[in-house]
């Protein structure tokens, strides 16, 4: 329920409203994602991959997956009866990029998922949004047979700042996902707290 009443009678609370964009590379489960812990029926823009995009699409790694997303995932979830996120999905691969920059527009901040057995996938969203100050969360996606490796080497690896935060994840799993969204959101208004600090002194 978006609009929720106390206990004690206070009156209905107006929850603020929070964007978050969920990116990384092609196949890392960003469509899984928001899936898991929308609690409204997902908008998918998917489409069956073809032997067009073959060429194109490098699907080393995830041979099973038969469709993409061509522009974004949508979804919704209530953490707290005063506060909303609205989930975008980013479209993973290459030719659809120009869409990041109107996705991108009035977020609070971003989970970039990562798949260890493709993790250059992620650089390229770690470096979008590290050039834009956007504040991210790494998430690893812990997929079955995938190599698990401990978190700092994996910083290390996506040679990450030592104030982002990095954390594994099953992105199929409501709870999961939803201890990755908080951490996304304390980790952002921390950061724009700490702003509003340094321009007052």
Same mark, same amino acid.
């Given at each position: 329920m978006v609009f929720g009443r106390s206990s004690d009678n206070r009156r209905p609370v107006?929850?603020?409203?929070?964007?978050?964009?969920?990116?990384?590379?092609?196949? #890392?489960?960003?469509? &899984?994602?928001?899936? =898991?812990? %929308?609690?409204?029926?997902?908008?998918?823009? !998917?489409?069956?991959?073809?032997?067009?995009?073959?060429?194109?699409?490098?699907?080393?790694g995830v041979e099973h997956k038969t469709t993409t997303t061509v522009a974004m995932d949508f979804g919704r979830i209530t953490l707290r009866e005063d506060l909303v996120l609205y989930l975008f999905g980013t479209p993973g691969q290459d030719r659809f990029w120009f869409l990041w920059d109107e996705l991108a527009q009035g977020a609070l901040g971003a989970? #970039?998922?990562?798949? &260890?057995?493709?993790? =250059?996938? %992620?650089?390229?969203?770690?470096?979008?949004? !590290?050039?834009?100050?956007?504040?991210?969360?790494?998430?690893?996606?812990?997929?079955?047979?995938?190599?698990?490796?401990?978190?700092?080497t994996v910083r290390t690896a996506l040679d990450l700042d030592p104030g982002v935060p990095l954390m594994m994840c099953d992105a199929r799993e409501r709870e999961s996902v939803k201890d990755v969204l908080v951490a996304v959101v304390e980790h952002a208004l921390e950061r724009v707290s700490g702003e509003r600090r340094h321009a007052t002194t």
């Open positions: 107006e929850p603020v409203a929070l964007k978050i964009l969920v990116a990384g590379g092609f196949g #890392v489960g960003k469509t &899984t994602l928001v899936g =898991a812990v %929308s609690e409204i029926r997902p908008l998918r823009t !998917e489409e069956a991959l073809s032997e067009v995009g073959r060429p194109v699409d490098d699907t080393a989970v #970039v998922l990562a798949d &260890t057995r493709r993790l =250059a996938d %992620s650089f390229a969203a770690v470096d979008y949004f !590290e050039r834009r100050g956007i504040s991210f969360t790494v998430a690893v996606n812990c997929f079955e047979g995938a190599g698990l490796f401990p978190a700092e």
